[in-house]
């Protein structure tokens, strides 16, 4: 059998590098990069995705493409996201249209409901919230709540990818992922994002001879209270690269979907994203769980 010719747009991020670490070397797919620079290790066709000639080429003879391409800033003022994402998701779509690409895995957010948990954490990061019971659980079909113009506007690009799929043309099967927290391979464990923190204010208080400002560099120590906050919010939110990479196989192997939404998501005990509907339609089965870390790898 033939393998799978899938085009990848912004591979070289956090979320890309699951695909070069799991995917890349199986002999089902057939991996080809679009990226606006250069890579020293893989083949890329260099191009900006606001700019839809420069990258229409990378779409022939593709099966399907993985839509990773963003600015991904969540704080990013809207003139920042008006090329990258919202410009950037129609070219892609229309290049996939022009190529007859005929399936997209197109990259949404967990800041598509960024506003819930704004209103419920750090409560929300508890594996028991609300209660045993009744555990908190956001489902693809409930209403999205966006906490600024990079949540809006992957909110925008799931309602135009719907667009495309439901009329005459390519593509004709377009799965949403709500990604959640997809970290490089030194940081895909629970303590992530608090170890990162640590290797900050190593790194600045041996480069620098000023005491450091932990507010400004996003830096605390191991132990502190910023610390244990960061790891209790990961092992809520974690998506390791082995699970996302199984679920991007579960979406390229799939021949049924139309149209869906998904949360990119491990099964970790605390998170307040529901992955039934990603086991039901897709048979997605993810391997790591958040909740079962005490502590960092050694």
């Not at 606006?36 to 191009?47: G, I, K, L, Q, W």
């Not at 659980?137 to 966006?146: A, F, G, I, V």
């Not at 082995?242 to 799939?254: G, I, K, T």
């Amino acid at each position: 059998m033939a393998a799978q010719n899938v085009l990848v747009t912004g591979p070289f991020g956090e979320a890309g590098e699951a695909i070069l670490n799991h995917l890349a070397d199986r002999d089902e797919y057939e991996f080809t990069y679009l990226n606006r620079s250069d890579h020293p290790e893989y083949e890329t066709h260099v191009a900006d995705i606001a700019d839809y000639e420069a990258i229409r080429p990378a779409f022939e003879g593709q099966d399907a493409v993985i839509h990773l391409a963003a600015q991904s800033d969540a704080g990013a003022d809207f003139t920042d996201i008006i090329e990258p994402n919202i410009v950037g998701t129609y070219n892609v779509l229309k290049a996939m249209e022009d190529a007859g690409v005929e399936k997209l895995i197109y990259a949404s957010s967990q800041r598509v409901m960024g506003l819930y948990e704004e209103d419920h954490a750090p409560e929300l990061y508890e594996e028991d919230y609300p209660s045993a019971h009744d555990p908190f659980r956001l489902t693809h079909e409930t209403l999205p709540k966006p906490d600024g113009y990079y949540g809006a506007s992957k909110m925008f690009g799931e309602h135009i990818c719907r667009t495309h799929a439901r009329r005459a043309g390519a593509p004709n099967q377009v799965y949403s992922l709500r990604i959640s927290s997809v970290r490089t391979a030194e940081y895909d464990h629970p303590y992530g994002d608090a170890e990162r923190g640590v290797d900050r204010g190593t790194e600045h208080a041996v480069d620098d001879d000023e005491v450091w400002d932990q507010s400004q560099t996003g830096s605390w120590e191991r132990g502190s209270d910023e610390y244990q906050e960061m790891v209790q919010r990961l092992k809520a939110s974690w998506t390791s690269q082995r699970d996302f990479a199984q679920l991007l196989e579960c979406c390229l192997e799939d021949e049924d979907v139309t149209y869906d939404t998904f949360y990119a998501v491990s099964g970790n005990d605390a998170r307040w994203f529901g992955i039934e509907h990603a086991k039901a339609v897709l048979g997605y089965d993810p391997q790591d769980n958040g909740g079962e870390w005490d502590s960092p790898p050694e």
